[in-house]
């Protein structure tokens, strides 16, 4: 026992030497020397990781200015030919009980491969909570030159990151445009759309439909705050050249706030895109709906109130207004969900699956 015990031990060491030798010889860079994609708006040096500019934290509700400051939907891409590729990065060391610290916190690397964006690591901290991480992402790849797009936190801020390759390698702006930038899908909504709780950045059902259509869809998910702010539809507007816009506040508006709110909200993007489509989205059903009478009442008012809005528009003649039914979004097994309401990595690829066949037509 004694011996094994010794050579474990002595393995152990050689581990650890081997992995401190091999980063004494990494360079790194930051990575505010390459493009942030996701954001609705040209960000500051001082923040370059927000997804709302500051001239709207100052103005608008204090949850929301402060989940504004969460990485969620956005990511960099650039192409390197090296064998391994390590991350720094701070955050706030925010944490949830009931999500992965590699989805709130972490990043997710993902590689051009095969004409495909295709998973290939993560980074995280093991056993503990931290604000500073430095991780290799992935190693012992063959030394060619390939394209990469590496997503942030979905519920932390990524306040500095740098991008690290072993000496001697190239570390360099990506050629490939893809997901395509021009025309992005501005999606608005709550905790389930910003990525709760999606096990990495990457299974958020808004980066699944970026790379499965190739196309830049913004991330204007707030947890437990999708209540039909003005500030939040005039942002929207202001993107340039909007493919889709996707309103799905359902989850955290009452049937009230929908009635009173969200004819104006529509509004707002509809003066400033008269022709770009428009999908209102209705509430999940969720896992205990079918034995919570309270929230399946609650579930019940909140989509008719949707769908009240989504006749009144059309009865107004509006063109290119499309409704997005709950039926089938989850399934019928009631497996999709971490607490009976966020989605795990099913809830988002079912998601993704159920919005997918529309969003392709208006695509």
């Known amino acids: ?60 509700r204090e949850p929301i200015r402060n989940l504004a400051r969460n990485s969620a939907g956005l990511y960099i891409r650039f192409r390197t030919d090296a064998t391994d590729i390590y991350a720094k990065w701070t955050n ?24 495909e964006w295709r998973f290939v690591g993560s980074g995280f901290n093991w056993g503990k909570i931290s604000t500073e991480h430095e991780r290799r992402l992935v190693g012992n790849m063959e030394p060619q030159m390939r394209e990469y ?17 072993p000496e001697g390698y190239i570390l360099e702006q990506a050629q490939l445009e893809s997901p395509r930038n021009e025309r992005p899908v501005v999606m608005y909504g709550s905790s389930i759309l910003q990525g709760g709780c999606a096990s990495r950045p990457g299974m958020a ?12 869809v913004m991330n204007l998910g707030f947890s437990g705050n999708a209540k039909l702010d003005y500030e939040i539809a005039e942002l929207m507007a202001s993107v340039p050249s ?45 896992a205990h709906t079918v034995v919570d009478q ?9 989509n008719e109130a949707q769908k009240a809005l989504f006749q009144l528009l059309l009865q ?33 690829v079912r998601y993704a699956d159920h919005i997918g066949p529309l969003l392709e037509k208006l695509l």
């Open 294 to 302: 309270a929230i399946a009442e609650e579930v019940r008012s909140r």
């Open 92 to 115: 706030t060391g925010f944490h949830m009980p009931h999500m992965t610290d590699c989805g709130t916190g972490g990043l997710d690397l993902y590689a051009f491969l095969d004409g």
């Open 205 to 216: 059902f808004t980066n699944i439909l970026a790379r499965r259509f190739n196309v830049t």
């Open 1 to 60: 026992m004694k011996s094994i015990l010794l050579k474990s031990l002595t393995g152990l060491a050689v581990l650890f030497s081997l992995s401190a030798h091999a980063q004494e010889g990494i360079v790194y860079r930051s990575s505010t020397d390459f493009p942030v994609y996701g954001q609705a708006f040209q960000a500051s040096s001082e923040h370059p990781y927000r997804r709302l500019p500051e001239s709207l934290i100052e103005s608008i």
């Open 242 to 286: 909007p493919s889709v816009f996707v309103l799905d506040y359902v989850p955290n508006a009452p049937a009230e706030l929908i009635t009173e709110k969200g004819e104006h909200f529509f509004r707002i993007l509809r003066n400033a895109h008269p022709d770009v489509p428009i999908i209102l989205v209705e509430d999940p059903q969720y």
């Open 316 to 348: 107004a003649g509006e063109k290119n207004l499309y409704y997005l039914p709950a039926e089938g979004m989850t399934g019928t097994d009631g497996e999709p969900f971490v607490d009976g309401v966020h989605f795990t990595d099913l809830g988002m």
């Open 149 to 165: 797009m590496l997503y942030l936190s979905l519920y932390d801020e990524v306040k500095t990151l740098e991008l690290g390759v």
